[in-house]
């Protein structure tokens, strides 16, 4: 039959019979202190302990993209009533006005009037359930202010274009039209 670990140690000289009986009476006075259930139930206590706290920090996530969803919804039904509160009606309808909206060409009619307010940045051009409405600029900054791409169009909010010409152009007596009317 094998031997026990201490005993095969007590036969290889590494340990003398004093420790080793030392240690049999520690182990055996730790066995009588703790209860024959105790042990288990400790387990038991640290397993749903874990389980709590993995509980409450995917609670704690939930929660977090819970108020992140509500924040959007909140922001995007402040951006729908300002633009519907600022709506500049279309007057006329006499000039075909392009802007680009996500690499694609879009088309909105309006009045000579309003064409040369959208030029000069006092009007802009909202995008409000697939349909493209004109607001004042004042209104624009504040709607950019909460979500920018609610805007597609705003003169400030557009790249600027270069205004200097390139002393190297032969063409730099020639002025382009930015207003060309097809």
Not at 118 to 131: F, Q, V, Y
Not at 161 to 168: G, K, L, S, V
Request: no cysteine.
């Amino acid at each position: 039959m094998a031997k026990s670990l201490q005993e095969q140690l007590l036969g290889a000289g590494l340990v003398d019979k004093k420790k080793a009986k030392n240690i049999q009476k520690e182990k055996r006075v730790q066995r009588k202190q703790t209860p024959k259930g105790q042990a288990v139930q400790n387990e038991a206590e640290a397993r749903i302990a874990q389980q709590k706290k993995e509980k409450a920090e995917r609670d704690k996530a939930l929660n977090q993209a819970k108020l992140e969803e509500q924040n959007r919804k909140a922001i995007k039904a402040q951006v729908k009533q300002l633009i519907e509160m600022n709506t500049v009606p279309s007057e006329g309808d006499d000039i075909g006005f392009q802007f680009a909206v996500d690499k694609k060409i879009k088309k909105v009619y309006i009045s000579e009037q309003q064409q040369t307010h959208l030029l000069k940045g006092r009007l802009a051009i909202a995008n409000l359930d697939e349909s493209f409405i004109l607001i004042p600029a004042t209104a624009a900054t504040k709607i950019i202010e909460r979500d920018e791409a609610a805007i597609v169009y705003h003169m400030e909010k557009s790249q600027p274009q270069d205004t200097e010409i390139e002393e190297d152009d032969p063409y730099k007596d020639y002025q382009i039209p930015d207003d060309l009317m097809w």
